[in-house]
Each structure stands twice: as C-alpha cells, then as structure tokens.
C-alpha cells in the first residue's frame, strides 16, 4: 500500500467550546452519565437541537478523560478516518495505535480485520475509565469506516465508552446493539428545550424578564423546543419584548423580517453575496467567484489550490469574515476553506433571493454552479444544479459520459442515483441510460427486467434514436454482451456463444467492462458445449494480450477461469486461481474479485472439512456484501450457515441464517427468499428434525435443469432431499424423475461439480427403493468426480444412509483409502448431532407436529388454493402490500384483492393476519423452521 502522509487539523481533537448563552441542562447531564455503564451512546437529531453543546456541557463535568474528533466529509477516506481516530485517543493515551499505522508501512495491504484487531488491542491498554466521541458522524460514508467502527464497538473495552453525535441514524448494527442491551439513544424528543427551559433561555441569555407565558407557550408550541430556532428569535424579542404582531413560525412575514434585520446592515456587495450564493450547498471561494462572476470563471479544483483571482480573493475574505462574525456560515474544512450556511439562514436568502431576482436570473446562478461542479467532478450536486437550472441535455450530457468509468469501477448505486436525478421522460428515449438502467437491474438480479429493457433498446435504436452510427454500433455490442450473459443462464449455450462474439467485434477497446463480460461468456459457454482447453485458451489469450498491464481485465479473466474451473470440478486449480484473483482484485481495489476468490476458497475448505478456514473466508465475502450482486451476497450467509451447522454452533448458525432471510426480504427479490426457505428446510432435513415433505411455491418458483448451477443453494435438489421424507414409492419415483432430468442437463453442461452432488443423491434414492446395485453404481460414480478433489462434505452432509453405503462400497475394493477418509469425517457427527440436540427444543418442525403438508390440508379447505392464490399467500406472508404484490406479479392491484378475497373465504379468515396464522395451522406455510 502506497505510504500517505495526513496533515491533521488540531482544533478538529478540542473539545468545542460552549456558547456564551447556555443555560444548564441536568436531565441530558443525567441521562449522558447513566450511559456510561453501556458500550455505545447515539445522539441523533438534526441540525440546531444542541447535540453537541448538550455533549460538551456533560464532558465538562465529567471526571473521565475525553477523546473527541470533529469530523468533515474528507474524513470518509478510510485512512484519514484512522488517523484522526488514533490521534484523539492519543491525546489521552499517547502510545495509543502505533500497531495500526505500522500495518499501512508493509508491502500487503492490511484488511480491515488486522487494524480492528489491533484498535481494539490498544483500546484495552488505555488505563482507566475513558471516553470517545465522534462528532457529525452523519458525514462519514464510506463502508469500510462503518465496518471498522461496528467491529470495533462489538469488542469496545468495558471501561471505555463511545460517543456518536450525527444527524441520522449511521448505517450500523443499531437493532442488535439495542437487543444486547449495549446502545443508549438521545434524540430530538429529549434534546428539544421544554417550556420551563425556554423560559430560563429568555431571561438568562436574553434578558427578557418581561415575556410573558404565554408568549413563552407560543414559542414552544412553534417551534417544538428547536433551540437555534429559539436563538435566531431572541434578537427580535430582545428588541420588542415580544412577539411581532401576527407572528407565526410558519408565516413568510417573520421570515422577511429576519432576513431584512440581518440583511439591512451588511455592505451591499456582502448582501449580494449572500443571496447569490444561498442556492449552493456548500461554499468555496472559487465555486462562489464563478457563481457570481460568469465572465471570470474560475479554473481552480474542488481543492483550491490554484493561485485566487482578485474576485475569488474578495469571495475568500466575505467568507473568513463571515465565519468571524458568526453569521449563520459552518466551517466545513478550514484547510480547504470549504464553508456551509445555517439551513435555516440559507432558507430566509433564498425566499429573499426570489423576491430580488427572475426565474431566469435564478436558473443562470445555477447554471454557472453546475459548471463548475462539474469540470471539479463534483457530479452529483452539480446535476442538481444544472436541472434546476432547466439544462437537462447537459446533465444527460454529464450522466452518459461517467456510464462507463462508473461501471468499471462497479459504482452502480451511484449510478442508480444519478439516472433517477434525470426526468424519467428523458430517460426512455436515450439508448445509453436505457443501457445503464439495464446494466444496474442485471447487477441486482433481475434477468426478466433485463430482457425487457433490452427489447426496448433494440426497438429505440431500429427507430433511429441514434444519429451517430458508430455510437449506434457501440450501444448494440453492449446489448449483444447483455444478450450473451442472459442466454448463458437461461441455458442456450449455442446462442451464448453468437452474442459474445457479436459485441466482441464490435465493442471498442476503451468499453473494458463490456469487453471482458463477453470475452467472459464466450468461454463459459464454450466449457459448457464440453471445450474445457478452448475456453481456458480464449481467456489466457485475452489476459496475455488485451489484459496486458491491466489488473482490472485480468482479474475479469482469471473471475472467468475461476467459474470455468468450478463447473468443471477441478477444484485443486481453482484454488490455485482463486489466490491469484484476490491478490490482483486487492491491487486493483476490485471488491467483487477479491469476494468471488474467497468465496470460491471457503466452498473448498467446506468440502474439505477444513470448518475454520471456510468460515473465514465466508466472513471475508460477508463484510463486501453491500458492494455485490445480490446472489453472491446471499450465499455468504448460506455459507456461513453451513460451516456453523458443521461445528455444531447452532446460535451462530440461526443467526447467520435469519441474517440470509431479512436480506432476501430487504432486496424484494421472491427468487432470493425461496432460496432462503429451501435452504431451512434442506437444513432440517441433515439434522433428521420432522420437517414437511413438500414446500408450497414449488410450481410458480421452480429452476430449470438446463440452466447453470453456481450457488450453494438448488431448490430442486432439496425437493428431492424431501422426498426421502416418509419414503412412499411416489415420493421416490418422483425425486428419481428430478434427478434424472437434472443429471442429463448436468451432463449436456459438463458440469461436473454438479453431477457429483446429483449421483449421490440418487444413491439415497435407489437405496431407499430397496435397488443396493443401482445405489452403489450411482454412488461409485459420483465418488470417481470427487476423489481428484477431495471431497468429503457433498457426503458427509447426506447423513448416516451415505455412510451406510460407503463403507459398503469400500468392502468391495472401491477407493478404500478415499471413502476412508470420508467415513473419519463422519465420525466428528455425534459430536456435532449431540450439540445441536442439546441447542435446540425436542423438536423444531418446520411442520406442525400433526404433520400436516399442503397436500392433507387442502382436505380441509372449503375449496384447495390455485397456484396463484398460494403465490398470493406467500407474499402475504412476507408482509407485502397490495401494490408491492401487484408489481411482483405483474398484475393489478384490483385481482391481488380478488386473489385475497378467495383465500379469505377458503381459509374461512376475515384478514391478512387470520390467514397467514390459519395457513401456518394447515401446513401450508412454512414458518416454524429449523433455526428460526
């Protein structure tokens, strides 16, 4: 990692000092001090509520020494965060974090684990009771000091306690801190001065001994204890000893009042600033200069480091002295000379700024803005600016230009922000944002949106929507890659295979992302017609000549090789590769290769049976989950599930699972939470607990065997899981049939991993069905596959019939030393049963105990539930509205009521809640899971 040098802003380290008007506040002082025996406190609250005076007048008391770090934008840089967070514990602890910062000196990257470990270390060091506060937290953005931080909060040291003063709720773990009973909340209802205090506030800080209670009840009515509201009155009724005549908060003539008391004695040339300068966000001097000063535009960065123009100098010095008088402005970096103005002051100058100036005046302040923002690469208030300022061509203009660098950098949600600033009419007519919606709906799994836009696409640009041919030609070869990706999962491998090379002739060099997606999908589908060495030479040829010296094309590739190696079950080469891509993903800060390498090792080291080392790296996909494709993300919690499951951790493995569930659920993605409800009931079927023996869904959410097998988690082999549930010959027959249609497919792919897994299970099931020859041919099969790779968990996992016929298997000769191996794995399972029935209740059905299964309960329906009607009752279940339904469905809201109407006359229930409770008693829903 390259060494950077921090220059830190001291006065960030101080505790701020107190305002000249404070009045003593006992009850925050109380409720601060009855927090310190927690790990965490959170003050939450917008701007002007006291957060950090109330915080400061509690410190000032205290006994405890105190860290504090005034945080700003620039401070959700990861290192510079570190910084800052080591040099206020050193000025209470001055050896404080010499271990983290010797991390950043060696040659390998630390991982956020390494520094973690070692804060937390240094923090137990620290002598005595002790205090952190971290202040505008809100500001902080960047995921990994929100990871950093959560660690580092879950093994706080109990003699310290941490202080978070933000605007918002940060994006941290806040429910389970409150479930442990770790995290104590202050926020508006107990910031916001009460009547008696506004009281105290007019005759202590105002002297107005005068005012009467009812004025004082009418300034807490108005404005619900909002101090800086309080404080930007008191001029006016220090002056009237009273209200203005018609006064209302909400009413514009006290806001004209207040805008003309502060206005009416500044210089007109500050006047005019002030106005002009009220539409920005945030202020600096050559931003400003360029707001009003068209004719002298200024070339300097967001960083001001270009020599100031004569005006930019007069911008700089109206802003320093602003800041002097206290005049409604908020130094956001005093290094940058960054500024920000009191939201309720920059409301008054812009309701005044109306008044003075026409729409057109007003929409050419922005425009100049959003110029300047956007040659300073400020893209996003800048695209703010310019449609405000009605240039819509222009901010289109901008979004089309940073597709690509977006995408290659995988910023789709940024990406996702930016398009949705846009008019949605604007959108749906230009090919290029019609490409890069379809691009963020393929990254959220959505194959059937994909298609859509796709279609869309095509006809927008068969209409001419393109003047530029070779642009048209560009556009197309990324639909042609998109089309390949589709095919390729929807199991045309033929078909695949012509996209690719279509958008590869096509698609220009610079188009990296699009470029080694298609080279990508050209070799897996090449693997999948059975030419393994052509694939694996098309990819290396790409690596050795147009990835070349780039490590973000060469990680594409080897991701490729990787998949490539997977499905073809050498899984001793694609550990080998799988180290490859996380050292060149970590080099190049791709996350998602640096996530595929490790969850690639964590599936070896599960089959292996090396537990603790596939949930390490499993924890290591985890912790990149919000910068994945939702399926990936997922299977890290699946994965984790499994390892934890193995060593008989129930706890963990419940909460991993239920962590998998409220995922599913946050991405709206039915596919996902089918998957989840699958995996809980194939899990209850390795511990022997009594489950059902058919899942409603099956009809509506069923995968195709001809398509690929990527993930942990196949449905349609968990039904035949289930159908060695209560062995009828029906069942069997019927989990035969899936087998078998699975196996040809897996077979016509060359998917080796996956016929692997498909031949034991159909072992089990001849076995079952009293066929021991079959049974054994089948099992001998499948062990040929897994021997090479070392196998041990695809048998492990299937339970004591596996091993039954293992052993049988081994009597005959058949890879003893092999089987061997698997059956000392089988040994650790009393251990592991021993601890999950000691963990759990005597039973954990994901049935009720009567066994009731859709099949015998719709013998007690009125009328047996459609398909449709028990589609309807799963995301009933999943507490979706009417309308989210009808968008799932792609139906009208008028037939999910029609659909709901019918369930509730045959389930004899009157409402949501009645039906999902009386469904769960018929065993149609599957509720009472395994680790729920």
């Known amino acids: 990692m390259p060494k950077k040098e921090y ?85 209470i602890f001055p050896s404080f974090g010499a271990g983290a910062f010797r991390l950043f000196q060696e040659d390998q990257a630390p991982t956020l684990d390494e520094i973690a470990t070692i804060l937390c270390n240094d923090l137990l060091e620290i002598p005595g009771e002790f205090i952190l506060v971290l202040d505008d937290y809100h500001l902080i953005q960047e995921q990994a000091v929100h990871h950093l931080l959560e660690k580092m909060i879950d093994y706080f040291p109990a003699h310290g306690h941490l202080v978070l003063i933000s605007r918002a709720d940060p994006l941290l773990p806040l429910t389970r801190w409150r479930g442990r009973g770790q995290l104590i909340e202050l926020r508006a209802a107990e910031l916001r001065f009460t009547t ?21 009840s009418e300034l807490a009515h108005q404005t619900e204890g909002w101090i800086t509201g309080l404080r930007l009155l008191a001029p006016t009724l220090s002056k009237n000893n009273a209200l203005p005549a018609g006064y209302t908060w909400s009413n514009p003539h006290i806001w004209s009042y207040l805008v003309e008391e502060v206005l009416a004695f500044q210089p007109p040339a500050v006047q005019t600033f002030l106005l002009q300068t009220s539409i920005l966000e945030w ?58 103005y009191h939201p309720l002051f920059q409301g008054l100058l812009q309701q005044q700024l109306r008044a003075s100036l026409t729409e057109d005046e007003i929409a050419d302040l922005h425009r100049r803005a959003g110029e300047w923002l956007a040659s300073a690469d400020e893209i996003e208030p800048a695209l703010s600016h310019l449609l405000t300022a009605g240039q819509v061509d222009r901010a289109v203009a901008l979004v089309e230009e940073s597709i690509q660098s977006l995408l290659a950098a995988e910023a789709y949600a940024k990406l996702d922000r930016w398009i949705d600033l846009l008019p949605e009419e604007r959108v749906r007519r230009r090919p290029a944002l019609l490409l890069a919606r379809t691009w963020q709906q393929r990254y959220r799994f959505r194959p059937g949106a994909v298609i859509m836009q796709l279609k ?25 890659t998109l089309h390949s990706e589709y095919y390729y999962w929807l199991g045309d491998f033929d078909q695949s295979a012509v996209f690719a090379e279509q958008a590869l002739t096509a698609l220009p060099v610079n188009m990296i992302e699009c470029r080694a997606l298609a080279v990508s999908y050209l070799a897996l589908s090449r693997q999948a017609n059975g030419h393994l060495s052509d694939a694996l030479q098309q990819l290396n040829s790409f690596m050795a000549n147009e990835a070349a010296g780039n490590p973000f094309l060469e990680t594409r590739a080897l991701m490729a090789i990787q998949l490539v190696y997977y499905l073809s079950g050498h899984l001793g080469l694609l550990d080998q590769v799988s180290e490859r891509v996380i050292k060149v993903a970590t080099g190049c800060s791709l996350a998602s290769g640096v996530a595929w390498g490790h969850y690639f090792q964590g599936i070896i080291a ?25 399926l990936l993300a997922l299977d890290s919690y699946l994965g984790l599930t499994l390892v934890y499951q193995a060593q008989g951790r129930i706890d963990k493995a419940r909460q991993a699972l239920n962590e998998a569930a409220e995922y599913a659920l946050e991405q709206r993605n039915l596919e996902l939470q089918f998957n989840v409800e699958t995996f809980r009931a194939r899990l209850a079927w390795q511990q022997g607990a009594q489950i059902a023996t058919d899942l409603p869904g099956w009809g509506f959410r069923s995968n195709s065997p001809d398509r690929p097998v990527l993930f942990l988690e196949v449905p349609a082999l968990t039904q035949t899981r289930l159908c060695l549930v209560q062995p009828t010959p029906a069942r069997l027959e019927k989990g035969m049939h899936i087998t078998q249609h699975w196996l040809q497919a897996a077979e016509a792919a060359h998917n080796t991993r996956l016929m692997t897994v498909i031949l034991a299970l159909q072992a089990l099931i001849y076995e079952a069905q009293g066929q021991r020859v079959q049974a054994l041919t089948a099992l001998e099969r499948s062990l040929s596959f897994a021997q090479p790779n070392g196998l041990l968990r695809t048998y492990v996992d299937l339970g004591p019939v596996m091993a039954h016929l293992l052993r049988e298997l081994a009597r005959r000769g ?119």
């Open 456 to 480: 869309q696409m095509a006809a927008l640009l068969d209409e001419g929507g393109v003047a530029d041919p070779l642009i048209e030609r560009t556009h197309r070869a990324q639909i042609d």
């Open 814 to 932: 058949v890879a003893s030393g092999y089987i061997g191996q698997i059956l000392a794995a089988f040994d650790l399972r009393p251990l592991v049963e021993t601890n999950l029935a000691m963990a759990q209740p005597a039973a954990t059905p994901i049935a009720p105990a009567t066994g009731a299964n859709p099949a015998s309960a719709a013998a007690e329906l009125i009328e047996p539930l459609s398909d449709r009607e028990l589609e309807v009752l799963w995301l009933l279940f999943d507490r979706f509205s009417n309308k989210e339904i009808a968008q799932h469905l792609v139906i009208s809201p008028l037939t999910v009521k029609k659909h709901t109407s019918n369930i509730y006359q045959k389930l004899r229930v009157n409402n949501r809640r009645g039906a999902v409770t009386k469904a769960q008693e018929l065993g149609l829903l599957v509720t009472d899971r395994v680790l729920n």
């Open 196 to 216: 008696n205090e506004i009281a105290v506030y007019l005759r202590q800080a105002c002297g107005l001994s005068a005012v009467t209670s009812k004025v004082v």
């Open 283 to 340: 202020l600096c001097p050559s931003l400003c200069d360029a707001v009003l000063h068209d004719t002298a535009h200024s070339t300097a960065s967001v960083n001001e480091q270009a020599e100031p123009s004569p005006v930019e100098s007069q911008s700089r010095d109206i802003l320093e002295a602003l800041r002097r008088a206290n005049l409604f402005v908020v130094v956001i970096d005093e290094a940058k000379n960054h500024y920000r």
């Open 606 to 630: 599960y089959e292996k049976n090396a537990l603790e080392a596939a949930e390490c790296h499993f924890l290591k996909v985890n912790q990149l989950r919000q910068t994945l494709p939702i």
């Open 7 to 91: 220059m830190l802003l001291r006065t960030k380290l101080l505790l701020p000092p107190l305002p000249p008007d404070l009045i003593a506040r006992p009850q925050i002082v109380d409720t601060l001090n009855h927090a310190l025996n927690r790990t965490l406190t959170l003050v939450s609250a917008p701007a002007g509520f006291g957060k950090t005076t109330g915080v400061c007048q509690w410190l000032q008391n205290s006994s405890r020494p105190a860290a504090w770090v005034s945080l700003d934008r620039d401070d959700s840089d990861f290192e510079r965060f570190l910084h800052y967070l080591v040099a206020a514990l050193q000025t």
